[in-house]
């Protein structure tokens, strides 16, 4: 079983978004997956209680007394033959956060390309580099589709950083919204999200099959 926490001390960065689209895209290629909500929001709860489908399974988890519930939910999830645990963090709870990271086999910070948010993004780096040797990559999500300035992202902001960038950027459609309202991955409606998705999937997959540092 392989762990992935999305992360971001950032709200509106879109983690709920790339989580529950890389749930929906990895069961599409033969994993058993369980999403842990560990958002006080709730987002990723409410879109598996409005799904038709019985998975990806989106388990919603007490964050206030994450230190014991975070590891009981793993030991459930490796019980029940899950292959692949995707955990959606708060913006906000640095504890939270430091579980999932720490529970995890891959963290995948998620930002926008705009000043503001690659900003916020040391206080997330730091906290990383202080677990050592853990693995991490920043997802770029809400771009322009021509991936002109995501791509200068890479190459400048996200380069100052001690870890490196998934090639598979997210850009800014309504696919996107219009996959939640209606309790689906973007994958499933086949819009132009659709391949972003896979590709993002791909990257993280590859990544997590690799055994030396990314």
């Given at each position: 079983m392989k762990a992935v926490a999305v992360v971001t001390q950032k709200g509106g960065a879109g983690k709920t978004t790339v989580s529950l689209n890389l749930a929906v895209a990895?069961?599409?290629?033969?994993?058993?997956?369980?999403?842990?909500?560990?958002?006080p929001q709730r987002s990723a709860h409410a879109w598996y209680e409005d799904r038709q489908a019985e998975t990806p399974v989106v388990l919603a988890i007490d964050a206030t007394n994450i230190v014991k519930a975070l590891p009981q939910a793993m030991d459930i999830a490796l019980r029940e033959g899950f292959?692949?645990?995707?955990?959606?963090?708060?913006?906000?709870?640095?504890?939270a956060v430091n579980a999932a990271m720490q529970a995890s086999d891959l963290?995948?910070?998620v930002t926008r390309p705009t000043l503001a948010d690659l900003r916020a993004q040391w206080a997330t780096v730091e906290a990383l580099k202080r677990l050592e040797g853990k693995r991490a990559a920043f997802v770029l999500n809400q771009c322009h589709y021509n991936g002109r300035r995501a791509e200068a992202v890479k190459q400048g902001a996200l380069a100052a950083f001690a870890f490196p960038v998934i090639d598979a950027y997210?850009?800014?459609?309504?696919?996107?919204?219009?996959?939640?309202?209606?309790?689906?991955?973007?994958?499933?409606?086949?819009?132009?999200?659709a391949g972003e998705v896979r590709a993002l999937w791909f990257d993280v997959h590859r990544k997590l099959e690799k055994r030396t540092h990314v």
């Open positions: 990895a069961e599409a290629e033969g994993e058993r997956v369980l999403v842990l909500d560990l958002d292959t692949l645990v995707i955990i959606d963090t708060p913006g906000r709870d640095a504890l963290c995948l910070v997210l850009a800014n459609r309504v696919d996107y919204q219009d996959a939640y309202a209606n309790a689906l991955g973007v994958t499933e409606l086949e819009g132009s999200a």
